[in-house]
């Protein structure tokens, strides 16, 4: 039997942009990408914390240090720069790994800097 448990997460990020005619995705500073286990084209889930709106899209990587945290497309019309957004990951398991896994949590400022992971 397989389990879906949380793989990484960038817990309360800003967004700095939201840019409806580019092309549909998360743009995702690589600092917080790596901190968290993402890699580019991974699926994620996005939780608006202000708005309560929940949706998927998937990763592209923005320059490390720089603190971007945009949605694209469609998606930029479930967001506002300034809105506080959960990024979840999930990855499938057996029950042995699942025991033993330890997911990636990373907390960051209101920049978007790492405080904690």
Request: aromatic share 6%; net charge neutral.
């Amino acid at each position: 039997m397989q389990i879906t448990l949380m793989k990484g997460k960038i817990h309360r990020a800003s967004v700095t942009e939201a840019d409806l005619h580019y092309e549909g995705s998360i743009s995702i500073d690589r600092t917080l990408l790596e901190a968290a286990g993402m890699v580019i084209n991974e699926r994620v889930e996005i939780y608006n914390v202000e708005t309560g709106t929940r949706f998927a899209t998937y990763v592209i990587e923005a320059p490390p240090m720089s603190g971007t945290m945009s949605l694209n497309g469609a998606a930029a019309r479930l967001v506002m720069p300034g809105d506080k957004i959960i990024i979840v990951a999930y990855a499938s398991f057996d029950e042995a790994e699942a025991k033993k896994f330890k997911p990636h949590v990373v907390r960051v400022d209101r920049d978007n800097r790492i405080l904690a992971s």
